[in-house]
C-alpha cells in the first residue's frame, strides 16, 4: 500500500502502546496490527511499538523471524535503571530494533544516583532514554541533571484514576521546566483526543495531545505559564487545528524537537481526529474509512 506524505507536525508523533489501558490489546493481536500499521497509507504518523518488560518474554514467540523489516522497540523498565541490563540482554535476543527505553524513578532514587546507574546500564549510544520524571519532590532536581547527560524525560499525562491527571498548570509547569532546559520530553498516558475535553463515561479531565504540541511551541518562544494554561485548556476544536495548522516549517521542527512523541493505545483514533479537523488528509485513512 502506498504511504502518504504526512505534514510534519505528525511525523513519528504517535507511539504504538496498544497493550497499555485503557486500550489492553493481548500482545498477540497488537504486534500484527503494529506491522498493519507500518504499511498503512499513515505510516509516517507511528512510532514505536512499546512493550513492558514483561512482555518480552512472550514478545520473542511473536516477531516475525524472516522477513520483512525488522519491529521497532520501545521498553518500559518500570523497576527502574537497575533493570535495565536485564532488559537489554533479552532484547538482544530477539529481531527486533531498540529505539528507546523509558525508565521509571523509583523512590526514593536521587537524580544523581539515576543517571550514575544508567551510565553503568550499557546502553547502546543510538538508543533513546527516557526518564519517566516522578510528580514528586526529586522533579526540579531530576530535570535539572538531565541537560548534562544523554537522557530525555517522559511525563505521565494521565491513567486509570483521575489523580494521575495532572492540572494544566502542573503539566504547564513540567513543559516550561523541560524546555527551558532544554530536555526533550515524551508524554504518555490519559492523550486520547487530539482536543482538551472531559471524558463522558469517566467525568475526568483529559489533556489534548495538540494542546500539548502549541503548549511546547509558546513555551520554546518564551511565553509564560498563564500562557501554557491557556492553551492546554482550550477546547475549541477548530481554533486549536488552525492554530497547529499556522506553524511554520521552523517553528514544528523546534516543536516536534522538544515534545518527541506521544503513547497512544489507538493508532486510529488520533488519525481519525487529525482527519476530521482538517489536519491531515482523507487520504491518509485505511480505504474502508474513507467517506464516499
Known amino acids: 500500500m502506498t504511504t502518504v506524505s504526512l505534514p510534519a507536525f505528525a511525523k513519528g508523533l504517535c507511539d504504538d502502546a496498544a497493550i497499555f489501558p485503557p486500550g489492553l490489546a493481548p500482545l498477540a493481536e497488537a504486534v500484527p496490527a503494529h506491522v498493519r500499521h507500518v504499511n498503512a497509507p499513515y505510516a509516517e504518523l507511528v512510532g514505536p511499538l512499546v512493550v513492558s518488560t514483561a512482555a518480552l518474554e512472550e514478545l520473542a514467540g511473536?516477531?516475525?523471524?524472516?522477513?520483512?523489516?525488522?519491529?521497532?522497540?520501545?521498553?518500559?523498565?518500570?523497576?527502574?535503571?537497575?533493570?535495565v541490563p536485564d532488559v537489554l540482554a533479552t532484547v538482544a535476543a530477539l529481531p527486533v530494533e531498540l529505539r528507546a527505553l523509558e525508565v521509571a524513578v523509583p523512590t526514593p532514587t536521587t537524580a544523581t544516583a539515576l543517571v550514575e546507574a544508567l551510565d553503568a546500564a550499557g546502553i547502546d549510544d543510538a538508543v533513546e532514554v527516557f526518564v519517566e520524571v516522578p510528580r514528586d519532590e526529586r522533579r526540579p532536581e531530576i530535570i535539572a541533571v538531565l541537560p548534562s547527560t544523554r537522557y530525555k524525560a517522559k511525563f505521565r499525562t494521565g491513567g486509570i484514576k483521575a489523580e494521575l491527571y495532572p492540572d494544566e498548570a502542573e503539566l504547564a509547569a513540567a513543559v516550561k521546566a523541560v524546555v527551558d532546559a532544554r530536555v526533550p520530553y515524551k508524554a504518555t498516558a490519559g492523550l486520547h483526543h487530539a482536543i482538551r475535553n472531559t471524558d463522558p463515561n469517566t467525568g475526568f479531565?483529559?489533556?489534548?495531545?495538540?494542546?500539548?504540541?502549541?503548549?511546547?511551541?509558546?513555551?520554546?518562544?518564551?511565553?509564560?505559564?498563564?500562557?501554557?494554561?491557556?492553551?492546554?485548556?482550550?477546547?475549541?476544536?477548530a481554533a486549536v487545528a488552525e492554530r497547529v495548522a499556522a506553524l511554520d516549517a521552523d517553528r514544528v521542527a523546534a516543536a516536534r524537537a522538544a515534545f518527541r512523541s506521544f503513547g497512544t493505545c489507538s493508532i486510529n483514533d488520533p488519525l481519525t481526529e487529525m482527519v476530521e479537523l482538517g489536519l491531515l488528509p482523507e487520504s491518509s485513512l485505511p480505504t474502508y474509512e474513507r467517506t464516499v
Open 62 to 83: 511473536l516477531v516475525p523471524v524472516d522477513g520483512g523489516d525488522r519491529l521497532d522497540l520501545t521498553v518500559t523498565v518500570p523497576d527502574g535503571p537497575s533493570a
Open 205 to 237: 479531565e483529559q489533556h489534548g495531545f495538540l494542546n500539548l504540541l502549541l503548549a511546547t511551541d509558546a513555551a520554546l518562544r518564551g511565553a509564560e505559564e498563564a500562557e501554557l494554561i491557556r492553551l492546554l485548556a482550550d477546547r475549541d476544536g
